[in-house]
């Protein structure tokens, strides 16, 4: 199945703003921050060793997901396009934050 240009773009900037995320997510841990997903702060709790491969998993197969439907409509309303646009604003949003958070340790 061919899919546009963009969607490319959509998906690598997503999954490296992932990326971006665990690490950052990972050093705001270590100076005291607490993780928001509860699924991710069992798995740093109980199985510390796989919260990079969990959160990639996640978020890859997300972002597959999105991509291979992206033609559809979500309940005949939106887009699936348009979600994986939301998504990564969403991490463009969460990275600004996870920088401003980060502006005392550094």
Known sequence: DWHEPD?????VTTLLLSVIDEFFTLTLLRHGATEANP?????????PELFAIVKMTLTGVGVLVLVAAARAHLFRVVRVR???????LGYVMLFGYE????????
Not at 7 to 11: C, E, R
Request: glycine fraction near 0%; hydrophobic fraction near 70%; aromatic fraction near 18%.
């Open 39 to 47: 699924l991710l702060e069992y798995v740093l709790a109980e199985h």
């Open 7 to 11: 969607l490319l773009f959509l998906a």
């Open 82 to 88: 348009t979600i994986l646009q939301w998504v990564l």
């Open 99 to 106: 920088m401003w958070l980060l502006r005392d340790i550094f």
